[in-house]
């Protein structure tokens, strides 16, 4: 039977340290998903968070591996795809985003929109996803209500339109004025945010003495915003002009249920994706879906691969015969699971919107495509231009197969780029990473997770150029540069600073030598 539920698909970025683990963690609270959140670190007796599984992501307290939480509230299925928060892992962000139809812009209170928050959002808008902004951490002092207001426009120029308002300036938060309803909705705490937070909605008439000027503030304030034409107008939030903004602490669970609410209410549904033909796949049509991750390690103690799979249409149904559209051949999808953070569960169907992991679908990598019916191959997920590399050799020879088998598991994975040379031969492939963090997962995993430890050796290259295999030929021997073969069959031209890198390009202008999209920038 089909679940015609509604669905919700979306990510949280938001900077380090910006608090989108813990909104991931007061997000499944609210929805009853656990009983009580953890903050990352694990502090105070509080557990680690369901979507950081990593035993890096616990010792630093940051996302690297991204996860997917799928959940009920109200009437509707929520799926939340976790994302790396680290820089460094900016390229796996931007598959999660190719998965999502919204976003939630996480903004902390006490320091604005920072570099990391900038670059992820240029991505939602490149893709045309529509945000949410969450003003958090305003449990804390910081910068003012209408300071931050004037700075999301600045700087990613969308028109913030907030839905709430504070009640208490940044590090006094009693609570929120509804901008739709008028109402106060008064927060109260809890010992460490690890429980909702009561909170008790009252007309403007009902605000107590204690509250009554902080409360006639934000109405003061909302009124100018109200003559200032930053009222929520649907339209061109859908048309990526606008943001709706809320204010809210997740630490403390305050203004959560309200992201909840909104995200029901305002965020796009499931929508028709148009494959790289031109030819459009409807919800309603048959089965289709993209994998935009694909995870091992999981487990300890079984050699599990996880391919995460974005359902774009029909229904799927676990033991189906889909067609991969990268070889055209069929293959079963005898064991399909739901994921939340590191736990999987049997799943018989799966709709539009929805995540789904397939297990040991060997075949699978990041961006294909696999369908039922009318051939559709879906837009590939490009991959970011690597600015740091080293040679990766096995620590003890007599591991070799380990190593052989380790490095391509990640390769498949995209934890890095993987490139080879008839030169360097298969012992000492080189390892191209956006940031130099993504070198100590391979390290880490090679080591506990295949059980053959590497070394790494710096090499002096800084830029990559896409080129073809007349611009291989004809750059061999050429000073200042090396050109390696990536396993897509790319291949990458490496130089040592950009002014090697363009020296040449102007002095051949016969030779293919182009950018790729800059995940560091």
Not at 357 to 365: D, E, F, P, S, Y
Not at 372 to 389: K, L, N, Q, R, T
Request: charge should be negative.
């Amino acid at each position: 039977m089909s679940d015609t539920r509604p669905r919700r698909t979306f990510a949280v970025i938001s900077h380090p340290d910006a608090g989108k683990s813990t909104l991931t963690e007061a997000l499944a609270l609210h929805a009853r998903v656990i009983t009580e959140a953890g903050a990352v670190h694990g502090k105070g007796g509080r557990r680690a968070t369901v979507s950081d599984w990593m035993e890096m992501e616990k010792a630093r307290g940051i996302s690297i591996t991204s996860a997917a939480l799928q959940f009920e509230y109200g009437d509707h299925v929520v799926n939340l795809v976790d994302t790396p928060g680290h820089s460094d892992f900016s390229e796996d962000t931007y598959r999660v985003l190719s998965a999502v139809d919204s976003a939630v812009m996480l903004v902390d209170a006490g320091k604005g929109l920072e570099p990391q928050t900038l670059k992820l959002f240029k991505v939602c808008a490149l893709r045309g996803i529509p945000v949410i902004t969450v003003i958090n951490k305003w449990d804390r002092p910081g910068l003012s209500a209408l300071e931050l207001m004037d700075l999301i426009e600045k700087q990613i120029k969308l028109r913030p339109t907030p839905l709430t308002w504070p009640v208490g300036e940044a590090g006094d938060f009693r609570g929120v004025l509804d901008r739709r309803t008028g109402e106060f909705v008064k927060y109260t705490r809890t010992a460490g945010g690890a429980t909702r937070a009561p909170e008790r909605r009252m007309p403007a008439s009902e605000v107590d003495a204690d509250d009554q000027q902080v409360w006639e503030v934000a109405v003061e304030e909302h009124e100018l915003l109200t003559l200032d034409d930053a009222d929520h107008d649907q339209e061109r939030f859908l048309a990526g002009e606008t943001t709706p903004v809320m204010f809210a602490s997740a630490l403390q669970n305050f203004g959560v249920a309200q992201l909840l609410e909104l995200l029901l209410d305002l965020a796009p549904a499931p929508g028709p994706t148009e494959g790289v033909d031109g030819s459009v796949r409807q919800v309603d049509d048959e089965f289709s879906a993209f994998v935009f991750k694909v995870q091992s390690g999981m487990n300890a103690s079984h050699r599990d691969r996880l391919a995460y799979a974005r359902v774009v249409s029909g229904t799927f149904e676990r033991g189906m015969i889909v067609t991969h559209a990268a070889t055209g051949r069929p293959f079963a999808t005898k064991y399909a699971q739901a994921v939340f953070g590191r736990e999987l569960t049997s799943i018989d169907e799966a709709f539009p919107g929805d995540i789904i992991g397939l297990v040991n679908a060997q075949a699978l990598r990041v961006g294909d495509t696999m369908y039922v019916g009318d051939a559709i191959e879906y837009p590939p997920v490009p991959s970011f231009a690597p600015e740091h590399f080293m040679t990766a050799t096995a620590a003890d020879i007599s591991r070799y197969k380990q190593f052989r088998k380790g490095i391509d598991q990640i390769d498949q994975e995209g934890v890095v780029q993987v490139l080879r040379s008839d030169l360097r031969g298969d012992q000492s492939p080189v390892l191209a990473a956006v940031g130099p963090m993504q070198f100590e997962v391979v390290q880490e995993r090679m080591t506990n997770e295949f059980n053959s430890p590497i070394r790494l050796s710096r090499l002096d290259y800084q830029v990559a150029r896409r080129t073809n295999a007349e611009g291989a030929t004809a750059l061999a021997g050429m000073r200042g540069v090396e050109v390696l073969e990536r396993s897509d069959g790319t291949h990458l031209a490496l130089f040592v600073d950009n002014w090697r890198a363009n020296v040449t390009a102007r002095d051949n202008p016969e030779i293919l030598l182009e950018a790729l999209p800059a995940g560091g920038a």
